[in-house]
């Protein structure tokens, strides 16, 4: 949940303040089309919210390993196949969950307000946290079709926030 506000702040700060303080209109002065310029905002957007995701996600893993060494509260223990098994499984979720922090995007240019965008961000933080509760009773290809269905709401909502890019005056 924390990191799809994150995603959220960090699309108001990269895209939507630019386009409030008219900054982005001396990056579209470039040779470069604008829909590239947005395209490498949001891979930055979206990279950095899968690294911080996964590596937290590492940390965490670690960390159990270690107190489970030292405290042996899991009787069976934690092997490390184990712990490369869930790391590969959840990089999938990680990255459906660095695609649906992308549509507070489509709210913030609507309004062009950062408030919406992050407001946007927190509630569907929010949802996603709520319906993260019956995660364990869901069966691998439920799994990864729930991923997938997220990784295409945050493209269709990334493009419909850039698709008039190049004919939309920045002023």
Do not use: C, H, W
Request: hydrophobic fraction near 55%; aromatic fraction near 14%; charge should be positive.
């Amino acid at each position: 949940m924390v990191f799809i506000v994150f995603a959220g702040v960090l699309i108001s700060r990269l895209i939507i303040e630019e386009y409030n303080d008219k900054t982005i209109s001396l990056m579209f002065m470039y040779p470069i089309s604008r829909k590239k310029i947005m395209i490498s905002k949001l891979l930055i957007i979206i990279s950095a919210t899968f690294f911080f995701i996964y590596a937290s996600r590492i940390f965490v893993a670690a960390v159990l390993y270690m107190l489970n060494n030292y405290l042996n509260f899991i009787d069976e223990g934690i092997a490390i196949p184990v712990i490369t098994e869930y790391l590969k499984n959840i990089a999938v979720y990680d990255l459906s969950f660095s695609g649906i922090s992308l549509v507070p995007l489509f709210f913030g240019m609507l309004k062009k307000s950062v408030r919406t965008t992050i407001i946007t961000s927190v509630i569907i933080a929010i949802f996603f946290g709520i319906s993260n509760e019956e995660l364990s009773e869901l069966s691998i290809n439920s799994f990864i079709v729930r991923s997938l269905i997220f990784i295409i709401i945050g493209v269709i909502a990334t493009y419909l926030s850039i698709r008039n890019m190049e004919q939309k005056d920045v002023l």
